[in-house]
């Protein structure tokens, strides 16, 4: 499989023009969690992605201010730890990491992901109704529902497809 990669611009949702950097600050305080440089900064990165990102992808974009593989990671588990940041698992066993704090926002939103290049979109404007989930089920107590879709993306498809038939006749006549 080949390794994931985003398709999508760091936020191409219209009508998306706010301050993360003044949103992640309040985020955090909200939390009661402290102010700190890494905290901001990862925070302002996951808001202005909008989109389940890699700590790969962070810490690619956050080394030129100084952050290392271990701030990054350890500041993901303060985010997911205080409920900021969502984690999201994907086909090939990784985890992404999101923030869905904007206004309209969903954190319950789906996910489709393409079982080939391993693309992995947000659903959230209403392309799907929210589905019931039962709070108890075979004595269970549930506590957290996923609903993740899968199939090929546009470009996935595109390089998929079969060749014409007047193709495949002259490839075969040249044997």
Excluded: N
């Excluded at 936020?11 to 309040?26: C, K, L, V, W």
């Amino acid at each position: 499989m080949a390794k994931a990669t985003s398709r999508r611009k760091t936020d191409s949702r219209p009508g998306h023009h706010h301050d993360h950097t003044a949103h992640a600050e309040m985020l955090l305080r909200a939390k009661g969690l402290k102010v700190t440089e890494p905290r901001l900064l990862l925070l302002k990165a996951l808001l202005d992605r909008h989109r389940p990102t890699t700590a790969q992808e962070l810490l690619a974009q956050l080394s030129e201010h100084g952050l290392d593989h271990v701030t990054v990671y350890r500041t993901l588990a303060t985010l997911v730890e205080s409920t900021i940041a969502q984690p999201v698992s994907t086909i090939d066993g990784s985890r992404r990491f999101e923030v869905h704090a904007c206004e309209g926002c969903r954190v319950d939103h789906p996910h489709l992901q393409c079982r080939r290049c391993g693309a992995l979109e947000c659903l959230e404007a209403g392309v799907l109704p929210l589905p019931l989930i039962p709070t108890r089920l075979a004595d269970y107590v549930i506590d957290e529902a996923k609903l993740y879709l899968f199939g090929f993306c546009p470009a996935c498809q595109k390089e998929a497809k079969p060749k014409s038939r007047t193709a495949a006749a002259r490839g075969a006549g040249t044997k």
